[in-house]
């Protein structure tokens, strides 16, 4: 039976990862493919310049939701902890490789988010003070989220006191960072410097 409910929550968890959120509100506000303008990317901050702020922020909550209630039904079914380890990376890879785009999906930062605040709640204080921050200095909104998610291996490792939870996030995170490297590559090759890649003239500013 335990068999049945490891495999049941890992399959849960990627089709819930799989739903597409910012490519159905991309069909619906703009009737276009939201993999094909701006960024390319189908998540939450293409959709906030693409589409608009509030589409973007619903689009953020409902992969951040899908997130947490992948590791949330882990959870309930009653696996051991690592299961629910292997669910969260399973949803972050179906949002990047969604059987239901035929696996052309997105990065997955907004998902993690969603994961680490449902396993280390004690974090999302600390997240959202570094966010603040990070946004008031380089005007950098895609950069403002993903930096903060760099803290989370501390914070498992020294407010949980778990070193489980430090290999966990760190591993979970290296799945949207691998993914978006040529994304960096390409910007750096429209901007000036890094220094502009990483510090925005204003939050209007993209390449």
Same mark, same amino acid.
């Given at each position: 039976m335990?068999?049945? %409910?490891?495999?049941?929550?890992l399959?849960?968890?990627?089709?819930?990862g799989?739903?597409?959120?910012?490519? !159905?509100?991309?069909?619906?506000?703009?009737?276009?493919?939201?993999?094909?303008?701006?960024?390319?990317?189908?998540?939450?901050?293409?959709? !906030?310049?693409?589409?608009?702020?509030?589409?973007?922020?619903?689009? %953020?909550?409902?992969?951040? *939701?899908? *997130?947490?209630?992948?590791?949330?039904?882990?959870?309930?079914?009653g696996? #051991?902890?690592?299961?629910?380890? %292997?669910?969260?990376?399973?949803?972050? $890879?179906?949002?990047?490789? =969604?059987?239901? $785009?035929?696996?052309?999906?997105? @990065?997955?930062?907004?998902?993690c988010?969603?994961? %680490?605040?449902?396993?280390?709640?004690? *974090?999302? #204080?600390? +997240?959202?003070?570094? !966010? *603040?921050?990070?946004l008031?200095?380089?005007? +950098? =909104?895609t950069?403002?989220?993903?930096? =903060?998610?760099l803290?989370? #291996?501390?914070?498992?490792?020294?407010?949980?006191?778990?070193?489980?939870?430090?290999?966990?996030?760190?591993?979970?995170?290296?799945? =949207?960072?691998?993914r978006?490297? #040529?994304?960096? @590559?390409?910007?750096?090759? @429209?901007?000036?410097?890094?220094?502009?890649? !990483?510090?925005? @003239?204003?939050l209007e500013?993209?390449?």
């Open positions: 335990e068999g049945v %409910l490891i495999a049941l929550a399959v849960i968890a990627y089709l819930l799989s739903i597409p959120s910012a490519y !159905f509100i991309g069909r619906l506000k703009k009737g276009t493919d939201i993999r094909e303008v701006g960024s390319r990317n189908m998540g939450a901050m293409n959709v !906030f310049y693409s589409v608009g702020f509030w589409w973007g922020a619903l689009v %953020l909550a409902m992969d951040a *939701g899908k *997130g947490a209630a992948a590791v949330a039904v882990a959870d309930a079914f696996v #051991p902890e690592i299961v629910q380890f %292997l669910a969260a990376g399973a949803v972050v $890879l179906g949002h990047g490789f =969604p059987v239901f $785009l035929r696996f052309s999906g997105g @990065k997955g930062g907004a998902t988010i969603g994961i %680490l605040f449902f396993v280390m709640p004690w *974090g999302i #204080p600390i +997240y959202l003070g570094i !966010f *603040g921050l990070t008031l200095l380089t005007r +950098y =909104p950069f403002s989220y993903s930096l =903060p998610l803290a989370f #291996p501390f914070i498992g490792w020294l407010m949980y006191d778990r070193w489980e939870l430090a290999v966990f996030s760190t591993v979970l995170l290296m799945i =949207p960072l691998i978006y490297i #040529p994304r960096l @590559k390409e910007m750096r090759g @429209k901007a000036e410097n890094w220094g502009h890649v !990483f510090r925005r @003239k204003s500013d993209r390449f």
